[in-house]
Structures are given as structure tokens and as C-alpha cells.
């Protein structure tokens, strides 16, 4: 279905490997070592699935409570990670600061800073969780515009909550730009709920495109900003910078 997708519509669409939070993990996994994981990924990468070769270990998940099997499979996607050179995509519960641990498995494990992304950074921009992981020199991913709901405090818990606007999130870029953090920030719209998508009252998949550029032109972000931002960082976190 990826490769139909990616023939008819002209997109580049690439494949991820590993496994995604706790919940969703199958009970095979807990039998396997993190050598077993790590070579699953790496089939996966190096020989494909039914043809198609998946080019980014992740959206690795992380859950609100970080378990130790989660933990596993991070650990694993460092070792597929040196065996590969694919970068590691990240997915963090959006209103958690887990992201500074999985940095610092994965940066332990001996990945370098350029090839991790950790995203959902932007529910509620807290800044010093932001600053502090692009110190540690991995890519942030703000991934959540088109996302500015108001969550009832009923439904809160630890690990959701409220949304900040898309106008928060395009503020906040800009002044990570102006901190001289641009090559680290990668921009996205996570679609993963029905209201997201056009048919069900959202924006769609090309909002960041068509809404949030002149949003962020308007906030005084350059053309050149921007292709840096959408094109140049994923491909270099992807691919691996030219030295």
C-alpha cells in the first residue's frame, strides 16, 4: 500500500521499522533479546518488507509511563541504528518530558545527536524541556499544528492534556531560530485523529504547506528558513549530513 501510495501520488513515503508503545507491542517481543530486535529492524532496513525497504528505525513509542520494555526497544534501535546508519524517529506522549530519557539511551547507546528526532514537542511548548534536548544536539519535532483543542479537565490525566495554538507553536520556532537552533527543528502535522482529516472538519495533510508557511513569512521566517526547516534537516537526518 506505501509503494501504491507513493506511485500515484508522486510523494516520497518512507517506511519505518521497530515497534511502537507498550500497549501495542506484540507478545513475541517480550521473548526476544534487543540483539533479536535490533536484526529484525535491520532486515527490514537492509532487505525490505514485500520489496520495499524501510528507510528510519521508529516512530519508536514511548508512553506517558515509560516502561522497561519500551526501554528494550530503544536500546535495540541503537544497535540497528550502528549496524545501518538510519536515523532514529522518536514518538514521545506529547504531555511528558520522556524525551530526555530516550535521548540519553539512545545517545548512550551511541547514536549520534544529528540522527535522533524527538517528537510532540509542541502540545504545550514547554521551553526549558525544548532547549534542553536541543543542547543535547538532536532534532525537536514540532508536529502537532493543526492540533489547538481544548481538552475537558475530566479527561485529563498524566499524559494528556489541553493543546497550545498553531500561533504559539510558529512564535516559538521562530525564537528557536533566533537562538540559532534551526538546523535541529523539524516540521510536521501529525494526522492521527478523524478531526484532522478535511472529510471530518480539519485541515488536512498539506496544512503545514498551504497554512503554516505564510503563517510563519508573517512571524518574519525567511523562504530560506523555511526550505532549511522542510527540506534540508529531514533529509540530513534521514540521510546523514555530507561531511
Same mark, same amino acid.
Given at each position: 500500500?506505501? =509503494? ?37 529492524? !535491520? #532486515? ?6 514485500? $520489496?520495499?525497504?524501510?528507510? @528510519?528505525?521508529?516512530?519508536? $513509542? ?8 519500551? #526501554?528494550? @526497544?530503544? #536500546? ?5 541504528? =550502528? +549496524? ?19 535521548? +540519553?539511551?539512545?545517545? &548512550? ?12 514537542? &509542541? ?7 525544548? %532547549?534542553?534536548? *536541543? ?6 519535532? %514540532?508536529?502537532? %499544528?493543526?492540533?489547538?483543542?481544548? @481538552? ?8 494528556? $492534556? ?8 510558529? +512564535? ?5 531560530? &533566533? +537562538?540559532?537552533?534551526?538546523?535541529? *527543528?523539524? *516540521?510536521? !502535522? ?13 485541515? $488536512? ?11 510563519? /513569512? ?13 527540506? /534540508? ?5 534521514? !540521510?546523514?549530513?555530507? @561531511?
Amino acid at each position: 500500500m506505501l =509503494k501504491r501510495i507513493s506511485e500515484e501520488t508522486g510523494i516520497n513515503v518512507i517506511m519505518g521499522t521497530g515497534f511502537y508503545v507498550d500497549s501495542t507491542h506484540p507478545a513475541a517481543l517480550a521473548e526476544m533479546s534487543e540483539n533479536d530486535i535490533a536484526e529484525m529492524m !535491520c #532486515r527490514e532496513i537492509n532487505e525490505g518488507v514485500d $520489496g520495499v525497504k524501510a528507510g @528510519v528505525i521508529g516512530e519508536i $513509542g514511548i508512553s506517558e509511563i515509560f516502561s522497561e520494555a519500551e #526501554r528494550r @526497544v530503544l #536500546r535495540a534501535s541503537a544497535i540497528a541504528h =550502528k +549496524k545501518t546508519g538510519a536515523g532514529v524517529l522518536v514518538h514521545i506522549n506529547p504531555w511528558t518530558e520522556n524525551g530526555r530519557e530516550a535521548a +540519553k539511551i539512545l545517545l &548512550d547507546g551511541g547514536v549520534s545527536p544529528e540522527r535522533i528526532a524527538i517528537s510532540h514537542i &509542541d502540545v504545550e511548548n514547554r521551553e526549558e524541556y525544548i %532547549f534542553d534536548l *536541543l543542547d543535547k544536539g538532536v532534532y525537536v519535532e %514540532f508536529d502537532n %499544528f493543526g492540533k489547538e483543542y481544548y @481538552v475537558e479537565a475530566e479527561a485529563r490525566r498524566d499524559g494528556y $492534556g489541553c493543546f497550545v495554538s498553531d500561533v504559539e507553536r510558529v +512564535k516559538l520556532v521562530k525564537k528557536l531560530i &533566533d +537562538k540559532g537552533y534551526i538546523n535541529q *527543528l523539524l *516540521l510536521s !502535522c501529525d494526522v492521527c485523529l478523524k478531526t484532522l482529516l478535511r472529510t471530518y472538519g480539519g485541515w $488536512g495533510y498539506d496544512h503545514v504547506l498551504l497554512n503554516i508557511v505564510p503563517m510563519m /513569512k508573517e512571524e518574519g521566517i525567511t523562504d530560506e528558513m523555511i526550505e532549511t526547516m522542510l527540506v /534540508k534537516n529531514p533529509a540530513d537526518f534521514l !540521510c546523514g549530513k555530507e @561531511v
